[in-house]
Structures are given as C-alpha cells and as structure tokens.
C-alpha cells in the first residue's frame, strides 16, 4: 500500500505560478511511475498531465508543453509540479499518482486532491 498527501494548490491569476508537491509513504520501494492528473469539475474522468518513470522518462500532456515542470524523487517518495504561465483552463483538481509494482502486474494510487483555480 501507498498513501500520498499533496500540497500548494490554490488561488492563482491568468500567467502566474504554482507548484505542487507529493510525499508518499508506505511500500514506495515498488514505484515506477510518479505523476500528476487533473479532472474539471463535471467531468468523470482524470486527465494526464505529467508522469516521471522511475528510468527519469517524462511525459506532458500537449496542453502543458513548455509550461509545467514534473520532477519526481529517485528515492520514489516524492514527486512535485511547476506550473508557470497558467491559464484559466488550467482550474482543476490536481490529483498525485503512483502506479505501483511490476509492468505486467500493477495498480494505481491516488491522492485526495488538491484545487487549482487560475482567475483574475
């Protein structure tokens, strides 16, 4: 099991910054895969933003290209997200994510969620 708390949501104006940040604890020597999702309110599903494998690997959603930074601990315990020149379509609940155990058997972790809102 792994329980992962995140921090540094909050309230933001169009081109500002933010940074998130994610300690897990428990089983984290079977991380492979740290990362961020968001959901927009009414949506039912969690958008990637950006995973870190434990290899360094990075992926970004399109949207965030050029904007958004992840960088996840080699120690596997802890993961955070620069998010700079934020826009209003960036308002969400940020979720941190672990996937778990081994590439053919693995499951998912997630965090209790944290608002971004970008307005001004």
């Known amino acids: 099991q792994v329980q992962l708390v995140e921090s540094g949501g909050g309230l933001v104006q169009p081109g500002g910054s933010l940074r998130l940040s994610c300690t897990a604890s428990?089983?984290?020597?079977?991380?492979?895969?740290m990362g961020w999702f968001r959901q927009v309110p009414g949506n039912h599903q969690r958008d990637l933003v950006a995973t870190q494998t434990v290899g360094g690997t990075t992926d970004y959603a399109d949207s965030v290209k050029g904007r958004f930074i992840i960088s996840a601990d080699n120690l596997k315990n802890a993961v955070s997200l620069q998010m700079n020149n934020l826009k209003p379509e960036d308002t969400a609940v940020y979720y941190c994510?672990?996937?778990?155990?081994?590439?053919?058997?693995?499951?998912?972790?997630w965090g209790q969620g944290t608002q971004v809102t970008v307005s001004g």
């Open positions: 994510y672990v996937k778990w155990g081994s590439r053919w058997n693995n499951r998912n972790f």
């Open positions: 428990g089983s984290i020597s079977e991380i492979f895969i």
